[in-house]
T-cell receptor, first 113, second 114 residues
Framework: AQSVTQPDIHITVSEGASLELRCNYSYGATPYLFWYVQSPGQGLQLLLKYFSGDTLVQGIKGFEAEFKRSQSSFNLRKPSVHWSDAAEYFCAVGARGYNKLIFGAGTRLAVHP | GAGVSQSPSNKVTEKGKDVELRCDPISGHTALYWYRQSLGQGLEFLIYFQGNSAPDKSGLPSDRFSAERTGGSVSTLTIQRTQQEDSAVYLC????????????FGPGTRLTVL
């Protein structure tokens, strides 16, 4: 079955520390992968996406993610977290010609000053 | 350009009443999606429209839920005889005609059923 797992429900980091949010997927086809961020009371904003090619992709707000096919993972990273990064982060997977995205349950990030 | 808009932003209703939620997609986007996000949960797919094709209704949780898309643009999600478990944020997204299915989300409608 197709699924996305975000193992960490909540993560707390100090401002300036590095961040890695985990995402594992199970998908029968070659996946397209996405990370979205949702601030309180807001919709989802696309951070970055992977379709093909270079497995390290850069996104907005200083985020990057690396696609590792052998591990079925697409972890999100940021070298230095800012207080404004506190939000909920969703990983999603889709495929060419497949009209739905499958979303993970999300990881809520808190940032301590 | 304008993003996806949804109205109302908040809706409080009494159990048993019908509600309509509206979504205006990005101009030119042919695909439109509805999702439901319950408290502390991820996104649950409800329904998908693509151009003039028959919608994919496979995610609708019951026959109390329906949606239409008029003129290939605006969409309305209708919930009849609302129940307390329908309380959630309803998110709409649109996508251009590509193979990559990159979706752009609206701010959502928070529905509270008392």
């Amino acid at each position: 079955a197709q699924s996305v797992t975000q193992p960490d429900i909540h993560i707390t980091v100090s401002e300036g520390a590095s961040l890695e949010l985990r995402c594992n997927y199970s998908y029968g086809a070659t996946p397209y992968l996405f990370w979205y961020v949702q601030s309180p009371g807001q919709g989802l904003q696309l951070l970055l996406k992977y379709f093909s090619g270079d497995t390290l992709v850069q996104g907005i707000k200083g985020f990057e993610a690396e696609f590792k096919r052998s591990q079925s993972s697409f972890n999100l990273r940021k070298p230095s977290v800012h207080w404004s990064d506190a939000a909920e982060y969703f990983c999603a997977v889709g495929a060419r010609g497949y009209n739905k995205l499958i979303f993970g349950a999300g990881t809520r990030l808190a940032v301590h000053p | 350009g304008a993003g996806v808009s949804q109205s109302p932003s908040n809706k409080v209703t009494e159990k048993g009443k019908d509600v309509e939620l509206r979504c205006d997609p990005i101009s030119g986007h042919t695909a439109l999606y509805w999702y439901r996000q319950s408290l502390g949960q991820g996104l649950e797919f409800l329904i998908y429209f693509q151009g003039n094709s028959a919608p994919d209704k496979s995610g609708l949780p019951s026959d109390r839920f329906s949606a239409e898309r008029t003129g290939g643009s605006v969409s309305t999600l209708t919930i009849q005889r609302t129940q307390q478990e329908d309380s959630a944020v309803y998110l709409c997204a649109s996508s251009p005609q590509t193979d990559y299915n990159e979706q752009f989300f609206g701010p959502g409608t928070r529905l509270t059923v008392l």
